[in-house]
């Protein structure tokens, strides 16, 4: 088992990781952001804090753990993270952000965010705006406002609202985002696949008919000729739409 | 007793209104206080477990809901 490093009582309490543990080819994915629950309702007793929030707007909240490793040199390169996020997603260069997080970071200014603790959350704040610009791009929705909310204990624990127009959209942009967080995290790359699983969630949302359709083969089918994507590809499309909850299709899926 | 009366004369009264409100020459007006600062929304009703809150909102321009197929995606 990974060993965790922990600071004096008053200092800091979040686990950090170790050089070690960050090595390139062995530091698990998962750790570095893991979305513990997630859980869809009005939650009117955080509706006060974004006067943006519709009133009675459902919401999506996700609660989410970030652990990125404090060594010497920080591979997480925040402003590298912020132009990889704009390339797949445009218009979160027009999201209204009240710590100007995009615009700084992109920006490449230092300060705000050099300290290990403002380093998670505007992770935590990056992965909300990524769920919004995701919700907003495939639903339509005219407007959608959220919220990151740190916890004060355990320090690395995060609760994200988001306003949310459909349960299974919400869900898929939760784990997207994680998904594309933990590989920018990690100093990957985005494949075209992150790319495609947007258009084919977006396709699938404005036709009901196909988001209903529990058989893999005439989805598939109908997806391939449509895209003009190879069976394969559509297949492992389909699988992470189904582990994201967007899906459910009763034939098996195997990529 | 000669008791001086409460009430002044309302010309002399103006005359003081005017020497109050009026200004030296080269001698700046008054400046108002400081504004206080708007109270920050985020911690406004901050639930006691979270020690910050941050918020954000996106108005989407185009409400356009049809597909925009990459071209070339999964080809290779």
């Known amino acids: 088992m990974d060993k965790e490093i922990t600071r004096p009582a008053d200092k800091i309490n979040t686990n950090l990781l170790t050089r070690d543990q960050f090595s390139k080819n062995g530091f698990p994915l998962k750790d570095f952001l893991e979305i513990k629950e997630i859980s869809y309702g009005g939650f009117p007793e955080i509706s006060g804090l974004n006067p943006r929030f519709k009133p009675g707007s459902k919401k999506l909240k996700v609660v989410l753990d970030i652990r990125v490793p404090e060594i010497e040199q920080d591979p997480t390169d925040l402003s590298l993270i912020v132009m990889k996020l704009i390339k797949l997603l445009p218009s979160l260069e027009r999201h209204q952000c009240g710590e100007h997080l995009f615009e700084d970071l992109k920006s490449g200014k230092k300060g705000s965010y050099t300290e290990h603790s403002d380093k998670i959350t505007n992770i935590a704040h990056m992965m909300e705006h990524v769920i919004i610009d995701l919700q907003s791009n495939i639903t339509g929705m005219n407007s959608c406002s959220g919220i990151t909310c740190g916890y004060k204990d355990p320090y690395f624990r995060f609760d994200l609202f988001v306003e949310c127009k459909d349960k299974k959209v919400g869900m898929f942009s939760a784990f997207f985002a994680a998904d594309v967080l933990k590989r920018l995290i990690a100093n990957k790359n985005l494949s075209r696949r992150y790319y495609a699983l947007i258009d084919l969630t977006k396709y699938l949302y404005g036709n009901n008919s196909l988001q209903r359709q529990t058989e893999l083969d005439p989805l598939a089918s109908q997806i391939g000729s449509e895209f003009g994507w190879k069976r394969s590809f559509v297949l492992s499309l389909l699988k992470k739409l189904k582990d994201f909850g967007f899906l459910n299709l009763k034939q098996a899926l195997a990529t | ?76």
């Open chain 2, 1 to 76: 007793m000669n008791h001086k009366s409460h009430f002044k004369n309302p010309d002399d009264l103006k005359i003081e209104i005017e020497k109050l409100v009026s200004f030296q020459e080269n001698e700046d007006p008054l400046k108002p206080p400081l504004r206080a600062k708007d109270e920050n929304p985020d911690n406004r009703g901050l639930p006691s477990k979270y020690r910050k809150v941050l918020t954000c909102s996106f108005v989407n321009r185009t409400t356009n809901t049809t597909s925009t197929k990459r071209i070339g995606a999964g080809k290779d």
